[in-house]
């Protein structure tokens, strides 16, 4: 979690409070983690971290949608803002993709 509150605050986003949530508590077997983050507005932020070798494509974009969704009834309520970080190549059909569903990219 450290290097996610790091890289966020060289952007310039801080956060007051921030939350773990395994996979399995939101009934999925992808290998990532999730995090539930409150910035010092009040929004409520949904961050996911993924970490693979293969390349993610553009049929992984409905993936992570269907994992949002989880997360969105898991919490029953919405999150103001979509936060991706991608270790991992990435198509530039899925990038577009993610940026019409509203996802930011790290």
């Known amino acids: ?6 890289a966020l605050r060289k952007k310039g986003k801080i956060y007051k409070k921030m939350v ?8 999925i077997r992808n290998k990532i983690k999730i995090y539930k ?7 409520f932020w949904a961050i996911i971290l993924i970490s693979q070798k293969s390349r993610i494509l553009s049929k992984d974009v409905e993936k992570f949608n269907i ?12 999150f103001k803002y979509k936060l991706l970080f991608i270790d991992a190549p990435l198509c530039s059909k899925a990038k ?5 569903h509203s996802w930011k990219l790290y």
Do not use: C, R, W
């Open 1 to 6: 979690m450290q290097i996610v509150v790091d």
């Open 20 to 27: 773990e949530i395994t996979p399995k508590e939101i009934g």
């Open 37 to 43: 983050a409150t910035d010092l507005n009040g929004y």
């Open 67 to 78: 994992i949002y969704a989880k997360l969105v009834q898991y919490f029953d309520h919405n």
């Open 96 to 100: 577009a993709s993610f940026k019409a």
